[in-house]
Every structure is written in C-alpha cells, then in structure tokens.
C-alpha cells in the first residue's frame, strides 16, 4: 500500500516546467526500452510491453570492418524470434541497435568507405528480414570524438559520412519494404554535432539523448548522474534538449534518455553537514557499485583502463537494503532531494560514499518535463535494471499519460 501511495504522490509534485510550449495532449509519446542481449536473468518473458512503444535489442556490434556482430549468435537468434513475437502482440515496434560504448570501434571506417556502408545497410536489411524488425537503431558512441578509447576516429569527417549512411539505410529501407514503413533512429551525445543537424533529421525518426553519466567518480566534484537541470556549467537534461533543438533536431524528434542506474563516488566531507550535492571527491578511487559491480577490462580494446564502475543498478538498491522502498533510504544511508537537479542521491556517513541516482520521483519530473516541452517521449537504459515491481516504468507511465496534469 505504502509503494502505491508513494507513487502516487510522485505526480503530484510541483511544477518544475515552463510553459512557454503548447504541448499537443492528442499525441501519443514513444516509450523506448532498451533490452540487453547479455542479460540472462532478465528474459523477454519479464517485459511489461503494455508500458512500452519501441524496445531497442541491443546490441550488435562494430569492431572490425563493416558488417555487425553479435558476441552470442545462438542467444541472439533466439531472443530476437521471441522478442519480436511478443512485442507485435503487444503493437510494439523492435529496433535492432548496433553500437554501444564498447561496440562502435570501426563505425567511422566504416562509414567512409561506400562499399562498407553497403555491406552495414544490407545486414540490417537481411536482419529486419529475418526476423520482421521495425528498423534501425544506431549507437555510435561517437561521431567526431573519442568513446571507450580505443575507437577510430575522424574528427573532420565523421558526422558528414554519418549522414550519408544514413540517407543511404533510409533509401534503401524505403525501397525494399515502402516509404516510411522502417524507422531509424540514432543515439546521441548531450551536445549536438556541430553541422549537419538539419539534414539528419530529414532522414532520423528520432534522435535518442543520452542525458546520463554527466557526473561519475571521473569528476572533481560529486554530482548528479542525470540532471533535469544543472547546478553548474555542467551539463543537463534541458541543456542537452534546448541544444539540440537550436541545432536544428524538431521537438517531435527528440527523446530524452532516463537512466535506470546510479553512480557512485567517494567524498572527502561529510556531505549531510551542507546536503549540496556539488562536493569534493576522491580522486582515481572507485568505490564498489552494486553485487554485479565487478573488475572488468575491455576484451576489444586494451587501452581501457578496467576495474570497477561504481554503478548501482536500482533493482539492487533495494535488494541489497540501501533503500527501503523506492523513496526511503535505510540506515546508515540518507536520502537527499536536490531541488536543483531535480534528483535524490544517498550518502552514507560512515564510509563516505555518495550515490546518484534516479527514482520514481525523479523520472516522473522529467517524463513530465517532456510532456510540457512536447518532446517525442523518453528513451530508457536499460529497462532490466527496475525492481521487481517496476516501480521506475510505472512512474514514467503514469506521468507520461497524464497529459492534462500539472507537473
């Protein structure tokens, strides 16, 4: 009763959003999740797909040459023959996603060269094929600039040849199975490219934001992991949304991505002495994420430094009792809501560690957040990662499809 109360009230908060935007109340906003392949634990089967209009398979990857790969064919195969069953059931849309943080290696090589893009674009024809997908998602982590650090890149030339992919995938999707009939939609960075924007949306059904990882143990400063607004020059939802929309991405091609994760870091102060999110940090010291936080090193690229990633996936955050319910931390832990940001975090005294995060609270601000800026809807990595009772999907549902409430 007291989980259903909670969220609940998550859509009773107040306003946080301008009203400079009309926003149109008979639209229907996409709801993408995105599914892990190399999650075993979380089969298709768990997938709530009344709560969902795209799920993204994700991923292929680009490693060595032109044509994607899946580490796991079999697992692939067999996922995929299912996943697309039961979305179509559901009127779910499937898009196969190429790419990732450690799968976008060759993208740029492979976009120079035009019998590359060919043997890129007719995969993913014989794909959609195969297995009746709806389109193409494209996750090159990035064009024009360095990811994992070991990716080629182009820093001239990338997104122009970026673009003509593209146009090329939506010729060709057009021809074989009608005009329109297949999506492409790419996932970006939160600052846009720096040319060509316009003309990628001619061809883009949507442009993904990736408004996560703006702060991690990587920064000087602790701070949010996806803000909705900044408290520093640093980086937010609205910046990222705003920026892209002056580059020239229309509003109804834009999805903002939510992240069903937290980072962590350690302070050097107690941080419930001021409660401000923006303070000093250990530097070079990851502290444990969640269970599944392991030392990892990249196989495909050895210039990636391994070890932990501090991450803390939210299922396991009330699995392993850092919090109580989706909106209550259990002792020594303390919840915080930063009003700035628009985000909780946690702190324990004791060991000095801070986690960022986002709940049900949180998402059900920025889902609205997206109503009032009349975005296209919200993209979610990764949608295994809830807790069992999907307490994060249905905050994004029911804010989502309260179009005439107040923020």
């Not at 059904?205 to 408290?231: E, K, V």
Request: proline letters at 5%; aromatic letters at 10%.
């Amino acid at each position: 009763m007291i989980r259903h109360l909670l969220l609940g009230a998550v859509i009773g908060v107040v306003s946080l959003v301008g009203a400079a935007v009309i926003p149109d109340v008979n639209k229907k906003p996409v709801v993408i999740g995105y599914y892990p392949n190399w999650n075993d634990r979380f089969p298709v089967t768990k997938i709530d797909f009344s709560k969902f209009t795209h799920i993204h398979y994700a991923f292929a990857i680009i490693v060595n040459g032109s044509v994607p790969v899946w580490e796991n064919p079999q697992k692939a195969n067999a996922q995929l023959t299912k996943l697309v069953t039961m979305a179509h059931k559901h009127k779910v849309k499937v898009l196969l996603s190429t790419g990732g943080w450690t799968g976008s290696i060759t993208f740029s090589s492979m976009v120079r060269s035009q019998r590359a893009r060919k043997e890129f674009i007719d995969w993913n024809i014989s794909a959609m094929k195969r297995y009746k997908i709806d389109g193409v998602d494209i996750d090159w982590e990035y064009p024009g600039r360095q990811g994992e650090g070991c990716n080629k890149v182009d820093e001239e030339h990338d997104v122009k040849n970026f673009l003509t992919l593209l146009r090329e995938l939506r010729q060709a999707m057009d021809g074989e199975f009608g005009v329109g009939q297949k999506e492409i939609s790419a996932a970006v960075y939160i600052r846009p490219f720096n040319s060509f924007v316009p003309e990628m949306a001619e061809v883009l059904d949507r442009a993904n934001i990736m408004t996560y990882d703006m702060n991690g143990p990587w920064s000087l400063q602790t701070g949010a992991n996806a803000p909705l607004y900044a408290s520093r020059s640093q980086g937010s939802v609205d910046s990222s949304v705003n920026a892209w929309i002056e580059a020239g991405m229309p509003r109804h091609k834009i999805t903002v991505g939510l992240a069903f994760y937290g980072r962590s870091a350690i302070a050097k102060v107690n941080m419930l002495v001021t409660k401000k999110i923006n303070q000093n940090q250990v530097q070079g010291e990851i502290p444990q994420g969640d269970k599944t936080d392991v030392f990892f090193q990249s196989p495909l690229c050895p210039l990636s430094p391994g070890g932990l990633s501090g991450t803390w996936r939210f299922h396991n955050l009330l699995s392993q009792h850092i919090l109580k319910s989706p909106l209550e931390a259990n002792k020594p832990w303390v919840r915080v809501w930063d009003a700035v940001t628009s985000t909780p975090w946690l702190f324990n005294p004791k060991t000095k560690v801070f986690i960022s995060y986002d709940d049900p609270q949180s998402l059900a601000l920025k889902t609205c957040y997206v109503r009032q800026k009349d975005l296209a809807g919200v993209m979610i990595r990764s949608i295994d990662q809830d807790s069992k009772e999907n307490d994060l999907l249905n905050a994004i549902h029911n804010s989502i499809m309260a179009t005439n409430a107040p923020c």
